[in-house]
């Protein structure tokens, strides 16, 4: 029996290894989207604590030139927040683009693999109709030779 050979399959090989590839691409954009909200509340969380600071320390009363430290600082705060805003959109796009090639990439080899699994169903076929025609010339040969060996007998 012949075996079956997809000659697409260098093809689709190469498809498998695209997908896989975009998925660790997509996996590394998500991490990378993670570390940038985990900077994003850090600065948050020191920009909270330095306007707290800043009211405690107006409250118990302090020099302007401390205060105007604390301002600048502050203002340093939300201008990194800011960045760090733009740099975490940046990254929300980069894993939408990682997403979208993924999809393409896994649709594509979806694609080739349904052609293969449609040659295949037509190798099948063809297999089983070669060995129905193998079997009806057995069975024609058997037919032949037992009209032989009657027709023998008989006479």
């Known amino acids: 029996m012949t075996k079956f050979n997809f000659r ?8 498998g290894n ?3 590839f975009a998925q660790i691409q997509m996996a590394d954009a998500m991490k990378q989207e993670e570390v940038g909200y985990q900077k994003k509340e ?3 969380n020191m920009l909270l604590d330095a306007e707290l600071l800043k009211k405690e320390k107006q409250q118990e009363g302090v020099n302007i030139s401390e205060l105007r430290m604390m301002m600048d600082y502050i203002q ?3 201008d990194q927040l800011v960045m760090s805003n733009r740099e975490l959109e940046r990254l929300q796009n980069n894993v939408k683009k990682s997403q979208n090639n993924l999809q393409e990439k896994a649709q594509e080899e979806k694609t080739w693999d349904n052609l293969k699994q449609q040659k295949f169903v037509l190798f099948e076929e063809q297999i089983k109709a070669e060995e129905q025609i193998f079997f009806d010339e ?3 040969t058997r037919f ?3 009209m032989q060996a009657t027709a023998a007998e008989r006479g």
Do not use: P
């Open 42 to 44: 850090a600065i948050y």
């Open 144 to 146: 032949f030779r037992n």
């Open 138 to 140: 057995i069975a024609s």
């Open 76 to 78: 340093q705060l939300q």
């Open 8 to 15: 697409f399959q260098k093809i689709l090989d190469i498809k």
């Open 18 to 20: 695209e997908k896989g």
